[in-house]
């Protein structure tokens, strides 16, 4: 059948075909049909069946002319059926219209009850450049679909200085219902949150809202008066809400302010206030915050979230005790205690450990250098320049089948890194890596190899079998292999020349 055949059969079905068949013809017309039958599909637009509204939404976009387009789809847009004011907002989207009618059929959208149509008059307002309905808009912003709301918050970020939409986030700020309020909260400007200042810390204290509470307290913190720290500090003192309490004391950790002691140990038990309460309390530090935190680190029923925080601030700190403390927690059950007793070693590692604590450290981390993948870069800092960890890491790097481990165990194998006097044997174990699979492992075999040759100052015996090998590397598909094995061939270029 040739495209005049079917377009004619579209037409006589749009006459006297059934609901369905109707609706498949208007949706057939627009992709087969000329300019000249758009104004068929206006007349299918008015058709008592909705179904055969959805398809003429569904042509017009299709056959792709504008004018009418404009005529009707900004009415589809209002009809009483979900899936007409679907296809017909995207249609308008597919056409680029732009008309008031248009904006204003989207605007009206931002209220559907179907979340599909918000986030497509989003979408389309976004194209457009303009908010739309402003209110309905800003009220988007605590929509219970995360599609939606994502959408919202990023569009009144975009128009952040139309008058109309500032001026709308303020009055939301202020008065608008909780689930809008709260991200207007968190989004006020700092001109409004400095002038809207003493009705703000009354809602600190005075909103039944535990989020609208925490959304004030976040906004004051960035306020930088002392009126504001000292309203924070005072409704740490008197709220008793644990959500309230964890935001207070996270805004308030950097402050390393004594004020935090009373409150931060009350909240220490809270299994939700517990991890920030710890936090603060490594930011005061003294001998208060110690007792407290070294009670937290021994205690047995101590929540794993505040365990995990307490470990990190007792590293932070940099206690006597503390590789003691913390070295027993990376056996701990719960993944993120071994996470915050691995990142408290990391604190310590900074100003180095003690003569008789770098053992100790070596031997544990080395051991469980796999235990969490996304921490092997962690527990490889930690163990940068401990030659107590080398004997290990040299039958992990053969051993582990972790590409992560292998490549940290030969970066930190790495000359540069620590050596002793297993160092002038290292050289096979790099040239065995040459080949892996995996590109950091590569890359960390290269460079152990350039590093072992400037540290030992020798030409290793083969050499002219790892020239090759390390030349054959010049057409490793990674650049950082290849800048590697360079690096390699111009530190046996200098052995040689020397």
């Known amino acids: 059948m040739t495209t005049e055949h079917q377009v004619a059969f579209f037409l006589r079905e749009l006459e006297t075909g059934d609901t369905w068949r109707r609706a498949a013809a208007a949706k057939g017309l627009g992709k087969l049909g000329d300019t000249e039958h758009a104004a068929v599909l206006v007349r299918a637009a008015a058709d008592p069946a909705p179904e055969v509204r959805e398809g003429a939404a569904v042509g017009l976009g299709r056959l792709g002319v504008l004018a009418a387009g404009a005529q009707t789809l900004p009415a589809l847009m209002d009809d009483d059926d979900p899936w007409v004011r679907r296809q017909a907002s995207l249609a308008s989207i597919r056409l680029g219209l732009r008309d008031r009618e248009v904006v204003d059929a989207y605007g009206r959208l931002l209220g559907d009850p179907d979340y599909h149509l ?60 909780d689930a809008a309020r709260v991200p207007a909260l968190w989004m006020l400007p ?48 008197t709220d008793r809400d644990p959500e309230m309490a964890r935001q207070l004391l996270f805004q308030l950790e950097r402050s390393g302010d004594e004020r935090l002691l009373g409150p931060a140990s009350r909240w220490l038990s809270d299994e939700r206030a517990g991890p920030s309460a710890a936090a603060a309390l490594g930011s005061v530090g003294g001998k208060a915050a110690t007792r407290l935190l070294r009670a937290v680190l021994t205690d047995p029923t101590t929540a794993a979230r505040t365990l995990a925080a307490a470990a990190r601030a007792y590293g932070d700190m940099g206690r006597w005790d503390a590789v003691w403390l913390l ?61 107590e960890a080398l004997p290990g890491l040299r039958e992990l790097a053969d051993q582990t089948t972790s590409p992560l481990v292998r490549a940290a165990a030969l970066s930190l194998l790495d000359p540069h890194n620590a050596t002793d006097a297993g160092t002038p044997h290292d050289l096979p174990l790099f040239v065995r890596h040459l080949d892996d699979v995996d590109t950091s492992v590569r890359q960390a075999a290269a460079e152990g190899i350039a590093h072992w040759v400037e540290e030992t100052g020798t030409l290793p015996p083969g050499e002219e079998r790892l020239r090759d090998r390390l030349t054959a590397l ?19 270029d200098g052995c040689r020349n020397n």
Request: aromatic letters at 6%.
């Open 327 to 387: 070295l027993p927690l990376l056996d701990h059950a719960a993944p993120e205690v071994y996470d915050g007793a691995l990142r408290g070693l990391d604190a310590m590692a900074d100003t180095g450990f003690r003569p008789w604590e770098r053992a100790a450290v070596a031997r544990a981390l080395v051991a469980r250098l796999g235990v969490a993948t996304t921490l092997v870069w962690v527990a490889e800092r930690v163990l940068v320049g401990l030659a």
């Open 118 to 177: 918000r986030i497509n008059a989003l979408e389309a307002l976004r194209e457009l450049g303009v908010p739309g309905d402003v209110p309905a808009l800003v009220r988007l912003l605590g929509d219970p679909a995360c599609g939606v709301w994502g959408r919202a918050r990023a569009m009144v970020f975009m128009f952040k200085k139309d008058p109309d939409v500032e001026a709308e986030l303020v009055r939301t700020a202020q008065w608008g219902a």
């Open 190 to 237: 700092d001109q409004h949150a400095d002038r809207l200042l003493p009705s703000l810390l009354r809602v600190l204290t005075d909103d039944p809202s535990t989020e609208v509470r925490c959304a004030v307290a976040f906004r004051l913190s960035q306020v930088d008066r002392p009126e504001t720290q000292d309203a924070l500090f005072a409704a740490l003192e």
């Open 474 to 492: 010049d057409s490793d598909p990674f650049e950082s292999v290849r800048q590697a094995a360079a690096e390699a061939l111009r530190a046996l």
